[in-house]
């Protein structure tokens, strides 16, 4: 039997593509800002910074190719973080005002996003398989497409909207589920979803 291997994990992003690193940042509550206040500059300059994340994405999907993963992944450089990159494109979430919380069980303390008014989807339409469609049209592997699921989400943000993480959580169900049936229709093959989405899909599966 044939074991098929893939990877999990972002990669760090080069030097040449100038954004903020959470790898390379230090952890004292300043990453969320000190990313905000680059997408607020980053106006006009979108065509120059999506030629340095194509140049990155080819050569970590080359990276991958050469020592035989058979599901690849894009290393992710196009987002701030695995969670952010997400949060960013919904409505409810803001950036600016942050609350400062102890995640991961306290093994690191931040300044995350607050929640403040309803979570939703901020395109009319889904967006997450655009950005796998990039990467795979770059490789002649499959391309495995990343999310982060509903509970990774509430632990890495603040909500002072909903004080309900059941409700806060189908919320997010929800919208997490809409990108993953627009990526099936794509063609992508592999999806990564933390494995809390999987269990609470699971259990509404198991209550109707």
């Known amino acids: 039997m044939v074991l098929q291997t893939t990877v999990i994990g972002s990669f760090p992003k080069p030097d040449y593509l ?4 959470w790898f390379r940042t230090g952890h004292d509550g300043n990453f969320t ?10 106006q006009g300059q979108s065509e120059k910074l999506e030629n340095c994340i194509v ?11 050469e020592i035989g993963i058979d599901v690849v992944t894009d290393g992710e450089v196009r ?6 990159h997400f949060c960013r494109r919904l409505q409810g979430f803001d950036f600016c005002n942050l609350t400062r919380k102890a995640c991961r069980d306290g093994a690191v303390t931040c300044d995350v996003p607050t929640i403040r008014s309803r979570v939703q989807a901020m395109d009319s ?11 795979q049209k770059m490789s002649d592997r499959p391309v495995k497409a990343t999310l982060p699921g509903p509970m990774t989400i509430i632990n890495s943000t603040s909500d002072v909207y909903y004080n309900d993480d059941v409700a806060l959580g189908q919320e997010l169900c929800n919208l997490i ?5 627009a990526l099936a229709d794509a063609g992508c ?11 609470s899909l699971q259990r509404e599966v198991n209550t109707e």
Do not use: G
Request: one cysteine or more; a positive charge.
């Open 33 to 42: 800002e000190q990313y905000t206040r680059f997408v607020e500059q980053e």
């Open 125 to 135: 339409e889904p967006w997450v398989y655009k950005e796998w469609k990039k990467a």
């Open 189 to 199: 093959r592999y999806v990564q979803v933390c494995r809390f989405i999987q269990l």
């Open 79 to 84: 987002r701030e973080s695995y969670v952010l």
């Open 177 to 181: 589920n809409r990108e993953v049936k």
């Open 55 to 65: 140049q990155a994405t080819k050569e970590i999907l080359n990276v991958q190719r």
């Open 18 to 21: 100038k954004t903020p690193d």
